[in-house]
């Protein structure tokens, strides 16, 4: 997730044929404009030797590095002549966290950090991994708040769900008496997040799951990796 960029310039000199083929593919990594001059000044509109070439992303970028022979050859023989090729990339502005999170659909709950429940069933190992796509973890901080969690647990009324998810909570794999949650918070096994009579690691359950229960803060179920449930993600914006 990227904030606003600022402008850069980047100026080479001269490479071989070759190189210049991996110069066009590392310009891909480049965002939407690009001018080429062959001075060492700012490329001016309307200037002899001047190429500029806009492109609104990253695809049209690449189509056109990889599509356009006359573009290619200009970037070829300017750096075959030994001539210094300006390259000027005005990077837009990129959404931000907050509107990238707000899109896919997370809420952002008192405590600062950002919720979204997945419906769709995975493995622990899955769900961990679903949620590091938005630079996230499985629900931790807001899962030990009962507050929170009771607010989040009543957005997912009616989704389908019998409250079995995925939290951010992991049985350490040297001392089986410690369990540690994805934010780094340590918990045993005689916390008082466990159901009755759990944890009891009757199959190997080394990963830590809500369960609906009568009491209201004693929902935490261990049960194997393997199984797959529905997860809450949990991202924190630093």
Known sequence: MMETLKSNSIVLTAMTTMEAKTFCCFLLFLLPVVTLSAKTDTCESGEENCRQYEFSTIEELEEKLLNDKELFEYISKQLENNVEVNINTAVTTQDSSETILTKNGFLKECNGLWYKYFEGKKTFKLAVSQC??????????????????????????????????????????????????????????????????????????????NKSSVSKNQTVNDLSCNEKLAYFCEVEIK
Request: glycine fraction near 8%.
């Open 132 to 209: 590091e796509q938005y630079e996230g973890r499985l629900i931790s901080t807001g899962y030990r708040d009962f507050d929170i969690r009771r607010s989040l647990l009543q957005t997912i009324r009616g989704k389908n769900s019998t409250s079995r998810f995925w939290i951010g909570l992991r049985r350490d794999n040297i001392n089986t008496s410690l369990w540690n949650w994805s934010d780094g918070i340590q918990a045993t096994n005689t916390s008082d997040i466990w159901i009755a009579r759990e944890p009891n690691n009757r199959y190997g359950e080394l990963c830590g799951m």
